[in-house]
């Protein structure tokens, strides 16, 4: 049966963004060990926004909305800020209204690829991570090209699916 | 079919990190998953400079699984260098790596110039269990660190016997071990302990020659060493407790070793009037009790089922009933330890079952006729299922919860008084 991945890539060649820097995924589908891109899909951080359904885990959403709720988020939000990208952009709380976006920002970005079995990117925070692992998205963070990646990953799915060992 | 093992008596061959938790100032860096050094700890006697709370590890996960863990095992051990004061690295791997074929014998190569020795013993769990893997350690620093030398120290002798940590009297056997060879006037070498650490790793090259007192483990140790390090060895298989085995013992050292006759035999006369001075003062309560238990059974390792039984035959004059070995023994060496059982004092024969099932023991134990109560000398496990037979039970083997045993010893001469002071406080108990 065949599987979804999700790619943070630029270039579709190389594993280079971080989880939290990423402003879309490409995605491929995956049938055994065999994999072809299927879509790119792009992460819209308007879509939502302080008042969407997702926003509950952030319970001064409103006020946060303000804009300047979340000025000093490096530390309020710090926690997913720093994690998801901090090297590149603290994207995770500095969307616009998006509020305390700390654990939401991840959260949404994680409901993008919810039915992809796995994601590869360069780096992946902590609470991004948790997202994952509540979906069961098996999170990679490795610096390797995108075909190294899928190959890897999916060799070990295939293994584990059909209960082969991993024996080398 | 799926088996299930029931009450084992020892651990993976990871758990042989506790063997270089012994050598002082060495410290296992652990490349397995997290947890491994927490599970495999025992509780008692491993805190200190270096405890397993700290072992440095690579706590790999399903991306190393995937991608491989090997970068992170370099990092940890250059780490490790970095903030560590140790004076022996040694990495251990774990089943994991193993499995998904992580070459940590060459990232363990990339830091042979490093200030300070680093080697790696294989030790993944299905490889055998912490007995093996302490084989493993031995063999890790005899391949990768000792080095052959023509300067042969006279006299001097690399000693083997306990498997520390899993042996609770480890520390004090190798100490009363090392004492007895002083005695006769050769110079031990052990590696394991206070003081002892890379300096005496260092000498064990230099050795004239080694001693191992176990009936398997090392066995492969030695026979390395021998080819490659030149050392000659003698592999006695009994450890000596009480005062029948340790002469002999004794005896056969000292001809292995060429010491004069009469120096052993002025030790052994000395150390033997103390010994029957002291038997000689509680005879009338060893004769009361001896209605107690008429037959007892071992349930340790080859070394203390062996030792052990040897020693409440030929010294307190019990009869064996059925012996259980519960080290896994390799196949190779069982019919060895079988007939080493058969020679006891008096005619007498012990029946031996290698056996790992602690349930397939306990019906053993319970379906055997021991002709009144029951002397159990065994693990934690076994302390119920003697207490059921209204039996006596002293815990000498692993698992330990019954005893805190700091330096004791029940090797030699003394070890064998304190094992004597340790039965019949358990006898004498159950009439006050």
Same mark, same amino acid.
């Given at each position: 049966?065949?599987? #979804?991945?999700?790619?943070?890539?630029?270039?579709?060649?190389?594993v280079d963004?971080?989880?939290?820097a990423?402003?879309?995924?490409?995605?491929?589908?995956v049938?055994?060990t065999?994999?072809?891109?299927k879509?790119?899909?792009?992460?819209?951080e308007?879509?939502?926004?302080a008042?969407?359904?997702?926003?509950?885990n952030c319970?001064?959403?409103?006020a946060?909305?303000s804009?300047?709720?979340?000025?000093?988020e490096?530390?309020?939000c710090?926690?997913a800020?720093a994690?998801?990208?901090?090297?590149?952009k603290p994207s995770?709380?500095n969307?616009?209204?998006?509020?305390?976006?700390?654990?939401?920002?991840a959260q949404r970005?994680?409901e #993008?690829?919810?039915?992809?079995?796995? #994601?590869?990117?360069?780096?992946?925070g902590?609470?991004?991570?948790?997202q #994952?692992e509540?979906r069961?998205?098996?999170?990679?963070d490795?610096?390797?090209?995108?075909d190294?990646?899928?190959?890897?990953?999916?060799?070990?799915?295939?293994?584990i699916?059909?209960?082969?060992s991993?024996?080398? | 079919?799926?088996?299930?093992?029931?009450?084992q008596?020892?651990?993976?061959a $990871?758990?042989?990190?506790?063997?270089?938790?012994?050598?002082e100032?060495?410290?296992?860096?652990l490349?397995?998953?997290?947890?491994?050094?927490?599970k495999?700890?025992d509780?008692?006697?491993?805190?200190?400079y270096?405890?397993?709370n700290?072992?440095p590890?690579?706590?790999?996960?399903?991306?190393?699984?995937?991608?491989?863990?090997v970068?992170?095992?370099?990092?940890?051990?250059?780490?490790?260098?970095?903030?560590?004061d140790?004076d022996?690295y040694?990495?251990?791997?774990g089943?994991?790596?193993?499995i998904v074929?992580?070459?940590?014998?060459?990232?363990v190569?990339?830091?042979?110039?490093?200030?300070?020795?680093?080697?790696?013993?294989?030790?993944?769990?299905?490889?055998?269990?912490?007995?093996?893997?302490?084989?493993?350690i031995?063999?890790a620093?005899?391949d990768?660190?000792a080095k052959?030398t023509d300067?042969?120290?006279?006299?001097?002798?690399n000693?083997?016997?306990?498997?520390?940590?899993?042996? $609770?009297?480890?520390?004090?056997?190798?100490?009363? $071990?090392?004492?007895?060879?002083?005695e006769?006037?050769?110079?031990?070498?052990?590696?394991?302990?206070?003081?002892?650490?890379?300096?005496n790793i260092d000498?064990?090259?230099?050795?004239?020659?080694n001693?191992?007192?176990?009936?398997?483990?090392?066995?492969?140790?030695?026979?390395?060493?021998?080819?490659?390090?030149?050392i000659?060895?003698?592999?006695?298989?009994?450890l000596?407790i009480g005062a029948?085995?340790?002469?002999k013992?004794?005896?056969?050292?000292?001809k292995?070793?060429?010491v004069d006759?009469?120096?052993?035999?002025?030790?052994?006369?000395?150390?033997?009037s103390?010994?029957?001075y002291?038997?000689?003062?509680f005879?009338?309560?060893?004769?009361?009790?001896?209605?107690?238990?008429k037959?007892?059974?071992?349930?340790a390792?080859?070394?203390?089922?062996?030792?052990?039984t040897?020693f409440?035959?030929?010294?307190l004059?019990l009869?064996?009933?059925k012996?259980?070995?519960?080290?896994?023994?390799p196949?190779?060496?069982?019919e060895?330890?079988?007939?080493?059982?058969?020679?006891?004092?008096?005619?007498?024969?012990a029946?031996?079952?290698?056996e790992?099932d602690g349930?397939?023991?306990?019906?053993?134990?319970?379906?055997?006729?021991?002709?009144?109560?029951?002397?159990?000398?065994?693990?934690?496990?076994?302390k119920?299922?003697?207490?059921?037979?209204?039996?006596n039970?002293?815990n000498?083997s692993?698992p330990v919860?019954?005893?805190?045993v700091?330096n004791?010893?029940i090797v030699?001469?003394?070890?064998?008084?304190?094992?004597?002071?340790d039965i019949?406080t358990?006898?004498?108990?159950?009439?006050?």
């Amino acid at each position: 049966m065949s599987y #979804l991945i999700a790619v943070a890539t630029s270039n579709a060649r190389d594993v280079d963004l971080g989880f939290g820097a990423a402003t879309g995924f490409h995605i491929y589908e995956v049938e055994g060990t065999d994999y072809k891109e299927k879509e790119y899909r792009e992460f819209s951080e308007e879509i939502g926004g302080a008042g969407s359904s997702s926003g509950v885990n952030c319970g001064s959403a409103g006020a946060c909305g303000s804009g300047t709720g979340c000025g000093g988020e490096a530390a309020g939000c710090g926690g997913a800020g720093a994690d998801t990208g901090a090297e590149t952009k603290p994207s995770g709380c500095n969307g616009p209204s998006n509020g305390c976006s700390g654990s939401d920002g991840a959260q949404r970005k994680v409901e #993008l690829i919810a039915d992809c079995r796995s #994601l590869v990117c360069k780096k992946i925070g902590f609470q991004a991570q948790k997202q #994952l692992e509540k979906r069961a998205i098996a999170g990679f963070d490795v610096e390797c090209s995108v075909d190294e990646a899928l190959s890897k990953i999916t060799g070990y799915f295939d293994k584990i699916d059909n209960h082969i060992s991993l024996r080398r | 079919m799926a088996k299930l093992l029931d009450k084992q008596r020892y651990k993976c061959a $990871l758990g042989a990190m506790q063997t270089v938790q012994a050598i002082e100032r060495a410290i296992p860096i652990l490349h397995s998953g997290p947890g491994c050094a927490q599970k495999l700890s025992d509780g008692n006697g491993s805190s200190g400079y270096f405890s397993p709370n700290i072992f440095p590890c690579t706590s790999i996960n399903e991306k190393d699984v995937v991608f491989g863990g090997v970068k992170k095992l370099h990092s940890t051990i250059d780490n490790a260098l970095k903030v560590i004061d140790a004076d022996l690295y040694v990495v251990l791997t774990g089943c994991i790596p193993e499995i998904v074929g992580d070459d940590s014998g060459e990232v363990v190569s990339e830091f042979a110039d490093a200030e300070k020795p680093v080697i790696y013993a294989p030790t993944a769990g299905f490889k055998g269990n912490n007995y093996k893997g302490h084989e493993q350690i031995i063999d890790a620093i005899i391949d990768q660190y000792a080095k052959k030398t023509d300067k042969k120290e006279k006299g001097l002798v690399n000693i083997w016997a306990d498997v520390p940590y899993q042996d $609770l009297y480890w520390l004090g056997n190798l100490r009363a $071990l090392e004492k007895l060879i002083e005695e006769i006037g050769l110079t031990p070498n052990t590696i394991f302990g206070y003081q002892r650490g890379i300096k005496n790793i260092d000498k064990i090259a230099s050795a004239e020659f080694n001693l191992l007192i176990s009936p398997w483990v090392s066995v492969k140790n030695v026979k390395k060493m021998e080819k490659k390090l030149g050392i000659p060895y003698l592999h006695y298989s009994t450890l000596p407790i009480g005062a029948f085995e340790t002469s002999k013992f004794l005896r056969e050292v000292g001809k292995f070793a060429g010491v004069d006759e009469k120096k052993v035999e002025d030790v052994i006369t000395q150390h033997e009037s103390y010994y029957y001075y002291l038997i000689e003062r509680f005879a009338d309560l060893f004769l009361e009790n001896r209605v107690i238990n008429k037959q007892f059974s071992v349930v340790a390792d080859a070394q203390y089922a062996l030792g052990i039984t040897k020693f409440l035959t030929n010294d307190l004059g019990l009869v064996p009933a059925k012996q259980f070995v519960t080290d896994d023994t390799p196949k190779e060496y069982r019919e060895a330890i079988t007939e080493e059982f058969k020679k006891l004092n008096y005619g007498l024969e012990a029946e031996v079952v290698f056996e790992t099932d602690g349930y397939k023991i306990h019906e053993e134990i319970k379906n055997h006729d021991y002709h009144g109560y029951p002397l159990v000398l065994g693990g934690y496990y076994d302390k119920e299922v003697t207490e059921d037979l209204k039996g006596n039970f002293l815990n000498i083997s692993w698992p330990v919860k019954d005893k805190i045993v700091l330096n004791d010893a029940i090797v030699g001469y003394e070890g064998g008084i304190r094992l004597i002071e340790d039965i019949y406080t358990v006898a004498s108990q159950r009439f006050n």
